[in-house]
């Protein structure tokens, strides 16, 4: 069956360490989004990408940044780790085109804490 | 920007009552409209969905109504069960395939 993965599902790490969330899709979806999930604020975007070598920010970028370089997979790095960024962090796919459903599949979450 | 506003925050019903939540989109553009539960611990997943040419959907207990004009959608869940309790997110999606969540509701269900 088609899935989408993350790891490592849990992280503690220290302030100003790089920090890297893997995402690796087998629904061979071009879309993918990180979004990160934090009490009071609902699932806000970070980043998203809608094919190869696509990127694109989304409503909190600042920090994070991500690659393409291939369809299955969006890793999320964060280049300093700072305590605001301690959250849960879902990676999510999507199909494109006409026939397109609209679902959004959402990975188990990634939780990590930075002290 | 886009923007969409979810009401109420948190939402406690009787066993069997029924359970509205009303989210506000900004985003004129907005064609899809799903809803997620999220269970404790768990990734959301969808529990259903409107287009923009609909205005209501219904499938067994749950039921969705979108107001164009007034860029409201609503959730409904009648003959509420103990396993209805979770939080649940409303979303929207413009003409790119980029969602955007409202904050949740945790809804609980007392039995």
């Known amino acids: 069956d088609a899935e989408i993965t993350q790891s490592p599902r849990h992280k503690i790490t220290e302030t100003g360490r790089q920090v890297t969330l893997a995402c690796h899709q087998t629904?061979?979806?071009?879309?993918m989004f990180w979004y990160r999930q934090d009490l009071g604020h609902g699932l806000r975007l970070i980043h998203y990408?809608?094919?190869?070598?696509?990127?694109n920010k989304g409503e909190v970028s600042d920090g994070y940044s991500v690659s393409r370089s291939n369809t299955e997979d969006l890793p999320l790095t964060l280049e300093s780790a700072a305590s605001s960024q301690t959250s849960v962090y879902f990676c999510?796919?999507?199909?494109?085109?006409?026939?397109?459903?609209?679902?959004?599949?959402f990975g188990e979450g990634s939780r990590l804490t930075v002290l | 920007g886009e923007n969409v506003e979810q009401h109420p925050s948190t939402l406690s019903v009787q066993e069997g009552d029924s359970a509205v939540i009303k989210c506000t989109y900004s985003?004129?553009?907005?064609?899809?409209f799903p809803w997620y539960k999220q269970e404790l611990g768990k990734r959301p997943q969808l529990i259903i969905d409107?287009?923009?040419?609909?205005g209501e959907k219904k499938d067994q207990r749950i039921a969705v109504t979108l107001n164009k004009t007034a860029k409201h959608f609503s959730l409904h869940i009648t003959e509420t069960q103990p396993e209805d309790s979770a939080v649940y997110f409303c979303?929207?999606?413009?003409?790119?395939?980029?969602?955007?969540f409202g904050t949740g509701t945790r809804l609980k269900v007392l039995a």
């Open positions: 979303a929207a999606k413009g003409g790119t395939y980029k969602y955007i």
């Open positions: 629904w061979n979806h071009n879309n």
């Open positions: 409107i287009r923009s040419n609909v």
């Open positions: 985003d004129s553009a907005s064609n899809y």
């Open positions: 990408s809608y094919g190869v070598q696509d990127t």
């Open positions: 999510a796919s999507s199909e494109q085109g006409l026939a397109a459903t609209g679902e959004l599949f």
